[in-house]
């Protein structure tokens, strides 16, 4: 535990990005170290994308490595500098001022209460993460009114001991947006999901939502536990292309996927409701998309959109994600698009695949393109003379 607390005054000292592991779960945070206390510490953090997103309390029990230097952190070292050097807007970046000589958890408890802060919780021994609004605390106990986004029948509220409380995010882009909607989060009443999962009317319905601005989550067959949220674009043929929105209510790009690969088609839910109000929000304060992106494309329902795709990103080198039938997804950047093959050099543990394998188009059923990782990814090769 000591080395553990020189590396974490280490950091603080001398500013440095680290990656914090812990030994209860597999979370990994990013970030720079704010505050050293007794029992626990402070990190400023950073999302995928390089923004920063709030900060996260970690009690020192469960600190398992600081690290200081890696691929993962050069990458994100770019992803910062890229961030600040394009500008990019994102709400997230305010964190409160910590005394590492008081208790930190203490702190950040009873200035959540102030403030009215949404904050995310970890207990211990309870692998589940909770989210809610701190409404008391006094010495040992800390009552929070939950926030289930998925189900408004189950909105309890939580007593718990300061004690028992191993993790707690706060103030990042998505609490920070729960917060601001909390108003209007209280009046959404719980709907029973309504969801097809007859292939049949797959097709009928897509085009009749095509185009239009209701929200819709598709399920893919490959992960009943997965899905992606957003407005369906265009049906073309056999496919159907969606402008994708993040859990935020933010534009995060388009998915390109073939019908017969989805499970269901999901129309109303708890979670559209949250996320539609989200989007809402956005579109009120001009912060309704992710930086850099186009949500304005505009796709052929005539063109057979795999072949269209792959041929538009292997024309200009662009970094999209494929996945293929009974396959995982695979990132990187198409060329020589054929009539019914193509040539994919895939980009892994950050090694790019110069010379790339042989794909059948017909055997890809999903391509996801226009996105911002996907954009850093290719800025970053770019930038490297990878590509």
């Not at 000292?13 to 720079?32: C, E, K, M, S």
């Not at 029990?61 to 500008?87: G, P, Y």
């Not at 674009?233 to 292309?241: K, L």
């Not at 534009?251 to 409701?273: C, K, N």
Request: glycine share 6%.
């Amino acid at each position: 535990m000591n080395s553990i607390v020189n590396d974490l005054n280490r950091a603080l000292a001398q500013r440095l990005l680290v990656n914090v592991y812990q030994t209860t779960q597999d979370v990994v945070y990013t970030g720079y170290v704010t505050a050293v206390g007794e029992n626990g510490i402070a990190l400023a953090t950073y999302d995928d994308y390089g923004l920063a997103d709030g900060a996260v309390f970690l009690d020192l029990k469960i600190v398992d490595e600081v690290e200081f230097a890696s691929d993962d952190l050069d990458n994100m070292a770019f992803r910062i500098q890229t961030a600040q050097t394009e500008h990019f807007n994102q709400v997230g970046g305010q964190t409160l001022k910590l005394d590492g000589r008081r208790d930190i958890r203490g702190q950040i408890l009873s200035q959540a209460w102030v403030d009215q802060l949404v904050i995310m919780l970890v207990l211990r021994n309870d692998n589940r993460f909770y989210e809610g609004q701190v409404t008391s605390v006094v010495t040992d106990q800390v009552t929070i009114k939950l926030l289930n986004k998925f189900d408004y029948s189950d909105q309890p509220t939580l007593h718990v001991n300061p004690a028992d409380i191993e993790v707690i995010e706060f103030q990042g882009q998505e609490l920070s947006l729960q917060g601001s909607a909390l108003p209007q989060l209280k009046k959404l009443q719980h709907v029973e999901q309504v969801a097809l999962t007859d292939e049949d009317v797959f097709r009928p319905q897509l085009q009749e939502l095509a185009e239009k601005e209701k929200l819709v989550a598709l399920i893919p067959q490959h992960n009943h536990d997965m899905f992606f949220v957003g407005r369906i674009n265009v049906v073309a043929g056999d496919s159907v292309i969606m402008n994708l929105v993040d859990m935020t209510g933010q534009f995060g790009g388009y998915t390109l996927t073939r019908i017969d690969a989805l499970h269901a088609i999901v129309l109303e839910s708890d979670y559209l409701q949250t996320v539609s109000l989200f989007t809402e929000i956005n579109q009120s304060s001009k912060q309704h998309i992710q930086p850099v992106l186009n949500d304005e494309r505009l796709f052929d329902p005539t063109e057979e959109q795999f072949s269209s795709r792959l041929t538009q990103a292997a024309t200009f080198q662009t970094v999209i994600r494929v996945k293929a039938h009974k396959g995982d997804s695979m990132l990187g950047y198409p060329s020589d698009v054929g009539a019914e093959r193509f040539i994919f050099h895939e980009l892994e543990d950050n090694q790019l695949d110069q010379v790339g394998k042989v794909l059948r188009i017909a055997d890809i059923e999903e391509i996801d393109f226009g996105y911002l990782d996907a954009y850093l990814v290719e800025h970053q090769l770019r930038v490297e003379g990878e590509i």
